[in-house]
């Protein structure tokens, strides 16, 4: 026995010798997001690892609006209740800019916040709000620019009859060349960012295909997006019997070229469309019926098709937002929770959870792979 354990023991130390030496494994490139938790903080997320690396603390309220500058080195962010501007840095966490628009009891209320392709101005609804002795007064909403070395809004312009604001809720981006503002409403309100006067209305309910009676377009931030490109989800409704139905629109915003492709009738709410790197895919989330019945599912299509190829249903929160990572490899789930839950985009099974240890106060912010 001492023979055949010897052997057995060279044999070992033989193999282990002579073995070729192990590959080393390249540490996957940090996939990174930012999310805004309670009370005020921004969270920095690897999509990677699936938790969280970093923290980025703010000195002033909590993080409402997270957009991400066009080179992709800085986040600015809108707080809520002081209702201000922070410019941060995001290789050093620091703080650039800061700024109130508030002021002598005027509070400004901002909405549908944008950046210039220069990364000096942003673009916005503002909604004054007056303290006065016994009440507060809400004015109206106006388009505003707000200049981020001057630190206040340095221009502003009512809106008419012709594109009066229904809500003041509203998703809104530049074209590429910084002369255009693309309002996304029940019709798309084009601006000249010069003079902030519309220069043109798009009637969406108007289009020859299809015949729409109302529509609803709301494009978020992207990290697959094609640059100077809007592809999202609308909802429609006929003018004769309402029946609501979706498809899928693609705005181009240098041409101001359009193109709607109707896919069948419409959830009760569906959230935007968020793309694959490759723009094959394109994913979402349905929500059909409502309490008891209610019925969520994630939704797969095939976006040169225009056409749905895959449903899967999993329990969604009753309150939820949409994302994706940059690789397109998971969906993500978050809002009005304490956790991000993190699903596999080809077999849209749930893969974990992420712990914020707070609850979600901002848009989650995603950014783009050629920037990691």
Known sequence: ?????????????????????????????????????????ILVIDANQEKIVDKID???????????????????????????????????????NRFSLDSGGIFTRLSGLTIDPGGKLLYAVGTDITKKTDRFEVGEPKLVVIDLDAKKITRSAEFGKEDALTSPRTNMKVSPD???????????????????KMVKK???????????????????EDPNAPEGKVVGIFN???????????????????????EMTPIGPSATSIQPMLMSPDRKYGYTVAVNGTHGNRVTEFWVFDLKTKKIISKKEFIGRTRLNFGITADGNKLLIYNAGYQVEVYDAKTLDLRSTIDLNGDTVSNLLVMPMMHH
């Open 1 to 41: 026995m001492r023979a055949i354990s010897a052997l057995l023991t060279l044999v070992c130390l033989t193999g282990s010798l002579f073995a070729a030496p192990a590959k080393a494994v390249k540490p996957a490139t940090p996939e990174l997001m930012y999310l805004g938790v309670w009370p005020h903080t």
């Open 58 to 96: 703010l000195p002033t309220d909590i993080a409402r609006t997270l957009l991400l500058s066009p080179d992709c080195k800085k986040i600015i962010a809108s707080t809520l209740r002081d209702n201000s501007i922070l410019v941060i840095d995001l290789a050093s966490k620091q703080i650039l």
């Open 178 to 196: 910084g002369k255009f503002l693309y309002m996304f409403r029940q019709s798309i309100f084009i601006y000249d960012t010069s003079t902030l």
């Open 202 to 220: 798009i009637e969406l309910s108007k289009a020859e295909a299809p015949e729409t009676s109302s529509l609803s377009l709301s494009p978020v």
């Open 236 to 258: 429609s409704s006929d003018p004769y019997v309402h029946q609501r139905i979706f498809g899928i629109a693609e705005i181009d915003l240098a041409t101001q070229n359009y």
